[in-house]
Structures are given as structure tokens and as C-alpha cells.
């Protein structure tokens, strides 16, 4: 039986597929169901990311065995630099040993740890802190570079950061992302704003959305003794809205709720208007190693009687500027595995960081914290094929799908796919009722062969569709032995 809050998502649902969905020219993934209306021989298949290997250690004095919380920043001139926490010993959140450290790379495979020389830390000041002292903000600051149009030279850089303990978040703002200091005095979220038990003590995600014209903020709090997240809006990132508790939808069933211990929810590089959350999944009691296995790899005593993976979700503002309210949880099942070995199976491993950024021409990578509460503790990265989340998958046999009616902006029709050999993709158009479109019908095009993250899409006239733009239409992708990551119209 479907609860209410399941059939209020559903009616959601419903009624934001009722008109067409103006897409204009941005680039879509199939990385949820939301334009898919209809499956025959397809469906949609999330895709792994490859184990890349260790990126750098928390092998400094002050990062260490606790180190997390990790934020990936893609910089203006497409380097990346990578904040962290550092911690080296186990004791309470916002400690005075806890810091914000930083690492840099260009490639995204070859990190260094700048000797910065703000901070004086163990005796010297050749160091990689940017954030100490700061009452408690260093246990989980979050940064991020805002894109808002018209930002102040010293307000490139933003981050949130704080527990209950400080009385909630505290903004922060920098020229450089370096040196930093408060834009207020105050908590701009406090802990009397969020009408629940706990909160904070996780990662607090902000960012700027260009799609939504607003700062928002996710973040975590407990919601009937389990692990949810809300979300706060604001214009000017000092007055914050109360949080909303959002829900979570699957396309079959009703979702499972389950502790998700960080959110790292952020718009896509690529497709701005559409958020991923690579969540840290946390088992609680799940005790995968026993005493002895425990102490061979050295883990804390405390951190081994749970377990952690990462989960792969979607989120979205629609028509209007409002936000669907729900993560799209279509792929219930793990997105990034804990890896061969002990080390791999303890409590708070395995926790995604903030933000998936470019790091080739043809990929993209997420970091994951690993190891944690060990000497070996360290950053590695996954990689995966640009909007390479999830697919729209056929099998041999062949089959299609077809969107909701949607209205698009553009000249040509752009796609990133997959076939093998003997596969292929073609793309038809329709009118909303179905009907093919005489000159843009499956027939009519030209059979997609290859492997491209960019291939214009060719019909028996040409590539150009202009004449069906501004117009309800539906897309029909008639696929074999193919995988279909992403489509975008372009002039």
C-alpha cells in the first residue's frame, strides 16, 4: 500500500508531466526518469565509476586518521583544489584540533599540499591550513566559488560551516580561498530555525544556483532517530528560509529511508539545472569485521562496529523556479562499492566528497574518502565518461523509449552514446499524441553507430530540426546493443 507521502509525490509527478517540459538547450541525462515516459526493450542502467586508485594521503601531523569532509572546488582557470578536515585524533565535534586543510592539482591525478604560511600549526607555519580556531567551523566547512553575477572580488569564495554546539552555521567569505573570515558575526542558520533533535554535525552543502536565481543549502538532520536531509533557500546567503525535509521517490516502489550521513548534493558541471547527490549511505550496527580483523589493520577501536557505501540521486528545480521537493532515488542500489580488503568495511569509510568535476576531455571524477580512522587513511578517485552516471540502456534484441512532450530550443540535435558493433541509435520525432513527424521519424534518420560524447544527430534532409523548435514534441530513441548517456540541442 502507498502511504501519503508517496502518492503526494506521485501526484507531484503526475502533474508536472501533465504539460510539456521546456528543456530549451540544455543538455539532459538520463540519469533519473524524469522525461521518460515510456519503455519498450530499454530501461535506464546506472554505470559504476572506475577505481582510479589513491589520490593523496592525510599524511600531515595536523589531517590524520579523521581527516573528511572533503569539497572539491573546480577553479576559475580549471585547476582543483580539494578542502578538507584535519583531524588526527578522536575526540568531540569542532574541536580546537580540528582544521581546514587544502590540496591542489591540475590534471586531477597528481595533487600537491601548498605550504600556505597563515596559520602557525605544530610549531610552523609550513603548512596547508586555511581555517583553525574557528569555533567549531573547521569540523565540516564547506566551500564553494559563487558564480553569482555581480559577486564582490572578496566574496568569490563562500562556505558554511558549524554544529549545534556554535549555535549553527556561520558564513565565510574569501578573495582567494585561502584566507578567510566571517561575513557576520552571527550563525545565519541556527540551530532555533530547525525544528529537530539534531542537526549540523554533518556536511552543510551550499552553493549558488544559476537555475533557481538563489543560494540553497542542504544539510542534514534526524527525522525519527534516522539520518534525512532538508533544505534552506536564500537570496543574499545571510537570511536563510526554515528547512524543508525532503522525500524520496523511486519510479516502482516506494523509497526506502535510510541513514544518509552526507548529502554532497551540487548542480552538475554540465547541466546546471540538475543536481546529483553521490550520498555516504550509513549502516548503523552493520559490523562487517570481528575483533581480530579489527586490530590487523589498525583501525580505531570505535570505528569499526558500522559500514558505509555511496548512492547515486537526483534533484531538480522545474518550471517556475520551484524545486520538486523529493531526491530521485530511480538506482537503489550502491554507486560506489567499498573495495577489496578490511580496510574497506569500517564505520565512516567510503564517504563521497563534495562535487563532480571534469578531469579530461572525455571524463569525469568523484573523490571518496577511504580508509578512515586508519594510518592509512586517504582521498582516492573514481572516475567515469562525461554524464556518465547512469544510461539509457538496450539490449540486443532492440527496443525504444519515448519522453514526455517536451519543447526545445536549438538547431541540431546532439547526442552522447554508445553502441557496440552491431548496435545502433536513431532518433525520431513525434506530436505529443504519439504521431511520427513527417522528415524526423525513426525512419527517416540516420542509424548512430560509435562511440561519442558528441555525434549530431543526421535524418534523410539534414541535421537541422530548427523548424520543430519552440514546439511540443516528443522524442523517440530506437535503440540496439546501446547506450544512450545524454542528448542537447544546440544551434
Not at 502518492?7 to 543538455?27: C, E, F, K, M
Not at 587544502?102 to 591550513?129: F, H, Q
Not at 541540431?412 to 513527417?438: C, H, M, Q, R, Y
Amino acid at each position: 500500500m502507498k502511504t501519503p507521502a508517496i502518492l503526494l509525490l506521485l501526484a507531484l509527478t503526475s502533474s508536472l508531466a501533465a504539460d510539456p517540459i521546456n528543456i530549451g538547450g540544455r543538455r539532459e541525462l538520463f540519469a533519473d526518469q524524469f522525461l521518460v515516459e515510456k519503455f519498450s526493450g530499454t530501461r535506464l542502467q546506472m554505470h559504476a565509476p572506475r577505481d582510479e586508485g589513491v589520490t593523496f594521503s592525510f599524511d600531515k601531523p595536523w589531517e590524520g586518521l579523521f581527516s573528511g569532509y572533503a569539497t572539491i572546488v573546480t577553479l576559475e582557470d580549471g585547476k582543483l583544489r580539494a578542502y578538507y578536515r584535519g583531524k588526527a585524533v578522536a575526540n568531540r565535534d569542532g574541536s580546537e584540533e580540528e582544521v581546514t586543510c587544502c590540496a591542489e592539482s591540475t590534471d586531477g591525478r597528481t595533487w600537491t599540499k601548498p605550504d600556505l604560511g597563515i596559520y602557525e600549526v605544530m610549531g610552523t607555519r609550513d603548512n596547508n591550513v586555511v581555517l583553525m580556531n574557528a569555533n567549531t567551523a573547521a569540523h565540516n566547512f564547506s566551500p564553494f566559488l559563487d558564480t553569482r553575477a555581480g559577486v564582490p572580488e572578496g566574496e568569490r569564495f563562500k562556505a558554511l560551516g558549524g554544529t549545534m554546539e556554535s549555535g549553527g552555521l556561520t558564513a565565510w567569505k574569501s578573495a582567494d580561498g585561502y584566507r578567510w573570515e566571517k561575513i557576520v558575526d552571527y550563525p545565519v542558520i541556527t540551530k532555533e530555525m530547525v525544528p529537530y533533535k539534531y542537526m549540523f554535525d554533518s556536511q552543510n552543502v551550499p552553493f549558488w544556483s544559476g537555475a533557481e536565481g538563489k543560494y540553497i543549502c542542504y544539510y542534514r538532520v534526524f527525522e525519527e532517530g534516522i539520518r534525512r536531509i532538508v533544505r534552506s533557500e536564500s537570496i543574499d546567503f545571510l537570511k536563510w528560509s526554515p528547512p524543508v525535509l525532503l522525500g524520496y521517490r523511486h519510479p516502482e516502489m516506494e523509497a526506502p529511508i535510510e541513514h544518509l550521513y552526507t548529502n554532497q548534493t551540487s548542480p552538475y558541471f554540465r547541466a546546471q539545472h540538475l543536481y546529483v547527490a553521490i550520498a555516504a549511505r550509513f549502516m548503523p550496527g552493520r559490523q562487517v569485521l570481528n575483533d581480530e580483523q579489527a586490530k590487523a589493520i589498525n583501525v580505531n577501536p570505535g570505528y569499526f562496529k558500522d559500514t558505509s557505501d555511496a548512492i547515486f540521486m537526483t534533484t531538480r528545480p522545474v518550471e517556475g523556479g520551484e524545486h520538486v521537493g523529493y531526491y530521485d532515488r530511480t538506482f537503489l542500489e550502491g554507486f560506489i562499492r567499498g573495495g577489496i580488503g578490511a580496510q574497506n568495511w569500517v564505520s565512516r569509510t567510503n564517504y563521497p566528497s563534495l562535487n563532480v568535476v571534469p578531469t579530461g576531455s572525455n571524463e569525469m571524477s568523484v573523490y571518496v574518502n577511504q580508509d578512515y580512522a586508519q594510518p592509512t587513511a586517504h582521498m582516492r578517485r573514481y572516475s567515469m565518461r562525461l554524464d556518465g552516471f547512469a544510461s539509457l540502456h538496450c539490449g540486443y534484441a532492440g527496443g525504444h523509449a519515448v519522453t514526455r512532450p517536451v519543447i526545445f530550443a536549438g538547431r541540431e540535435l546532439s547526442l552522447n552514446f554508445s553502441t557496440s558493433a552491431a548496435g545502433g541509435v536513431k532518433v525520431g520525432f513525434e506530436d505529443p499524441e504519439g504521431n511520427p513527424i513527417p522528415g524526423f521519424s525513426v525512419e527517416d534518420c540516420v542509424m548512430q553507430i560509435g562511440n561519442e560524447i558528441d555525434r549530431k544527430v543526421i535524418w534523410k534532409s539534414g541535421s537541422d530540426v530548427s523548424s520543430l523548435a519552440g514546439k511540443p514534441v516528443r522524442l523517440r530513441f530506437s535503440m540496439k546493443d546501446a547506450d544512450l548517456f545524454s542528448f542537447q540541442f544546440t544551434e
